[in-house]
Structures are given as structure tokens and as C-alpha cells.
């Protein structure tokens, strides 16, 4: 899409609470006089761009000093950009509010940038030893001492195409020295896309974690039940089985399936079998369990899975450890390597729903979110790592929800508690979806409690962005495009 030319625009000269620092290619202030040696006060703010970015005439209002006091809590704020050849508008960076394992997985900020000058002062100015990262490293500095950010979901500059982000070995500079500082709890490693990193909690020893696993002993036509499989598979982790407790809740009183398997696993089993008419609700079931757990640590797990990457619980409690966050879920796989889950987005499909539902696995996705650990509103409760202390405090699942919505009712209401919800592709399962309760139709008055409680969130998710589709594959909406390329400077 062609830019318009250059229209007469007010000057960032006329915002005399901006410092203007423009950057070379390297990503260096091209004055560093601007930032050594100077103390700047709460007041004043620092616009940090590329000096061959293009300004798009909208900026100026979210510039200005009222437009900025309005976000006292942010020290720092970022905003969407464009992506430029020559004069066509070729991309939009579309991005999410703070998140924080989205930022450790690759620097999904970028440039803009507005930080207060009493937090850049606060946190010891640019390190400039890590070159075109340290923009990066200075982020990732403010994450660490509780900064807050904010994020303007409007493209506010357009950038050359030409102009590279920091490469992969100056990102990886940046994350090395933040685990170092951090303690050494956690490394860095690879992740599944080039330019991706994945963050790995290091254990010294592995907590006992129970595994919460419904099940009515169902399988395929002629083929044994899942929960055999699943069992077999958990298995092969690479967590020590002796730290591994299995609390199954079955409808069925026979045994016949657990007395023949020859497991090396603590299992303990409760029948969970009702009554002649009384309804099926998984969230009364799954309420009834997770409190008869004796652990702190919990995965709630669908009996219809296989493991496929040994260090799943690994790769889950890296995250579910952490105080801020609520819930870990996995990447789940139908049979034939298609996605079912990758985290959700609230107001997708006009309800909260599957991102790249269906699409075959390692195919491209929208700032390859697929294939990184990221925050989302919610995360299926087919394979949910959390603490019990967590569950109790939200008391548990919504046992109106009785079928549908009540783990993505949960993750909302663990993030009004404050907690973060956290996918991670690193834990990968097979996923026969729906088999631990059948087909039932979702339930009409289960989906208007839904909407009538979540409906304003759904409306504006903070880890999804207003300039998204929410009706068919994560893009940015053509109206977009079209406000960016008719508003540049």
C-alpha cells in the first residue's frame, strides 16, 4: 500500500516536555550527549525512535503532556509500528499489553518508545555495551524492578524495513545477563522459531506435584481407554516419577484397566460415578478433586492426552512457580499434529476463543505467538499447572459453568485477582478432545452468564490489540492499515 506524501504536521519541538532521542541504524542515540550525565525528573519524557522513522500525525495527540499525565502509573510506553519499503506500507507490529513472557521469549516491544526520565535516571541510564539490544536490556531492567507500562494501541511511527531489529546473539547478550542478575534460577534456551527464546527454570530438586485426571474410562472403538495411553506416557517424563502422585476421578467402579497395567506411578483413585439422572458437570467434578489433592502443586489434566515432550511439567512450572502467575497451559495437538490450543484470545469469534485452531503445527503465525511462550486472558483447563493455594483463593471452578466456560471463567477471574495466565509451547500433548465427558451442546444459560459477566473484557482484550481481526486468522484488520497509511507525517 503506497504512503501518502508528507503533509505540514506540528513538530515534536513543539512538546517541550519531550526529549526527541532519534537513533542511528546501530539503534544508538545519534547525540549522546542527550542521555550522559543528565538527571531528568518525572515530567519529562523521552521519545525514543529511529531518526529515519516516519511519524504518523496521530502521535502527536498521545504526545501531549495531558495525553501523558493521564498514564501516571507507566514509566515506560510503547505503541504499535508499521513496517516500510520505500513508500508502501508493508506490515503492521501489532502488540499486546505488558507481557511478560512474551518480552523474555523475543523483544516484542521494539521501538517506540516513551520512558519517564525520572525512571530512566532510576534505572542508571543505556547501557550501551549491548549495542542494538540495550534498548531491549533497559525494558527487561524495568520489568525486573516493577516499572509500569503501558501500551498505545495505535501505529504511532513506521519503520524501514531495512532498518534490523537486534539480532538474535545481542537479544541473547541481554537475557543471559538478566537470568545472571535474577540469581541463576532460571537459563536460556533456544526456542522453536529462529530468534526465539525459551526461559527454563533451573530445579535443584522437583517438587511433588499431583496430577488431577477425570476420566469415565472412555476410548476409541476398539481400542483401549485414553487414560491407558496417558499413563504410559507420563511415564516417559523426565520428572522424577517418584515426585509424580496421579489422582484419578472415575465414573466407572471397575478397576480392571489399573489392576492389569504394570505402572511405576502413585496412583491414588477416587470413584466419582452419580447418581441415576443427575447431569453431568465437569467443574463440580474438578472441584471435588483438586481439594482432595494433598500437594501444593496441581495439573488438572483431561484424561484424552498423550505426552509428547518429556519435560512438560518442566516446561509448565518454570511459569506456574512464579507468586504473579495463576495458570500455565500447554500446546495441545489433535492426532493428525494440528493445533487445538495455543492459548485464547477473549473476544475471538465473538466468545473467547482458539487462535490458529486447526492449523498444522510449525506453520507461520502472527508474531510467531504460536511457537513462544506468552501471557493470554486464558488457557484451556484441559492441561492447567497451578498451586492449590491459587484454586482456593478463587474457590475454585464456577460450578454454574457446568460444562463450558468454566476454565476460561476461571483464568478471568484469576486475573481480577491479579495473577497471570501463561501458554507455553514447550509442553506438548496429544489431545482427543472432549473424550473425558463426550459431545453435549453447550448449555444457552451456561453462555449468557458468560457474556454477561466477561462481555466488556471480551470486548478489549489487554493481551490481544484493537487493530487485530477477531473473526478469522490473527492479521491486522484492513482498517488498520488503511489509518496508519492515511495519517503519516
Not at 493455594?389 to 460450578?399: K, M, P, Q, T
Amino acid at each position: 500500500m503506497p504512503l501518502p506524501r508528507r503533509r505540514q504536521t506540528p513538530s515534536l519541538a513543539a512538546f517541550s516536555h519531550l526529549i526527541p532521542v532519534p537513533l542511528d541504524p546501530a539503534l544508538q542515540p545519534i547525540d549522546p550527549g542527550v542521555l550522559v550525565g543528565r538527571t531528568f525528573g518525572d515530567d519529562t519524557w523521552l521519545f525514543v525512535a529511529p531518526a529515519r522513522a516516519r511519524l504518523n500525525r496521530d502521535a502527536f495527540s498521545h504526545l501531549d503532556a495531558t495525553a501523558l499525565r493521564a498514564r501516571s502509573d507507566a514509566g515506560i510506553v510503547y505503541a504499535d509500528s508499521g513496517r516500510i519499503r520505500g513508500r508502501d506500507l508493508v506490515g503492521l507490529d501489532c502488540k499486546p499489553q505488558l507481557n511478560p513472557s512474551l518480552l523474555l521469549a523475543r523483544d516484542y516491544i521494539g521501538l517506540p518508545l516513551l520512558i519517564r526520565g525520572s525512571v530512566f535516571t532510576r534505572l542508571g541510564g543505556l547501557r550501551a555495551e549491548h549495542g542494538p539490544a540495550a534498548w531491549y536490556d533497559l525494558c527487561l531492567r524495568a520489568l525486573r524492578a516493577g516499572i509500569g507500562f503501558d501500551r498505545i494501541a495505535a501505529t504511532l511511527i513506521g519503520l524501514p524495513q531495512q532498518l534490523a531489529p537486534p539480532d538474535a546473539a545481542a537479544r541473547e547478550a541481554v537475557l543471559q545477563r538478566y537470568v545472571h542478575e535474577d540469581g541463576g534460577r532460571f537459563e536460556i534456551r533456544p526456542g522453536l522459531v529462529p530468534g526465539a527464546f525459551q526461559l527454563r527454570r533451573n530445579f535443584d530438586s522437583h517438587p511433588t506435584v499431583t496430577l488431577v485426571i477425570p476420566t469415565r474410562q472412555s476410548g476409541p472403538p476398539g481400542g483401549p481407554p485414553y487414560i491407558v495411553g496417558l499413563l504410559q506416557s507420563i511415564e516417559a517424563s523426565s520428572w522424577p516419577l517418584d515426585r509424580i502422585r496421579i489422582l484419578i476421578g472415575d465414573d466407572r467402579a471397575e478397576d480392571g484397566i489399573y489392576q492389569q497395567s504394570r505402572t511405576r506411578l502413585d496412583i491414588r483413585r477416587i470413584v466419582t460415578a452419580r447418581i441415576a439422572g443427575e447431569p453431568f458437570s465437569y467443574a463440580r467434578k474438578m472441584n471435588r478433586l483438586w481439594r482432595e489433592a494433598e500437594t501444593e502443586l496441581l495439573v488438572l489434566l483431561n484424561d484424552d492426552m498423550t505426552i509428547q515432550s518429556p519435560d512438560w511439567l518442566e516446561a509448565l512450572f518454570t511459569f506456574a512457580l512464579e507468586e504473579d502467575v495463576g495458570g500455565v497451559g500447554a500446546r495441545l495437538l489433535f492426532p493428525d499434529r494440528r493445533i487445538q490450543h495455543a492459548g485464547m484470545v477473549g473476544g475471538l469469534y465473538g466468545g473467547c476463543g482458539h487462535p490458529w485452531f486447526g492449523q498444522p503445527v510449525g506453520q507461520p503465525s502472527y508474531g510467531d505467538w504460536a511457537d513462544v511462550h506468552r501471557d493470554w486472558c486464558a488457557v484451556t483447563g484441559a492441561t492447567f499447572a497451578t498451586r492449590r493455594s491459587v484454586l482456593e483463593r478463587a474457590d475454585g471452578f464456577d460450578e454454574r459453568f457446568s460444562l463450558e466456560f468454566n476454565d476460561v471463567d476461571l483464568c478471568l477471574r484469576l486475573k481480577t485477582l491479579g495473577y497471570r495466565i501463561v501458554y507455553t509451547p514447550h509442553a506438548e500433548l496429544i489431545h482427543y478432545e472432549k473424550s473425558s465427558r463426550g459431545e453435549t451442546p453447550r448449555p444457552g444459560d451456561e453462555v449468557a452468564l458468560f457474556l454477561r459477566r466477561w462481555g466488556d473484557f471480551l470486548a478489549d482484550d489487554p493481551m490481544y490489540n484493537p487493530q487485530l481481526v477477531r473473526y478469522a486468522e490473527v492479521q491486522p484488520r484492513a482498517e488498520s492499515y488503511e489509518a496508519a497509511w492515511m495519517k503519516w507525517a
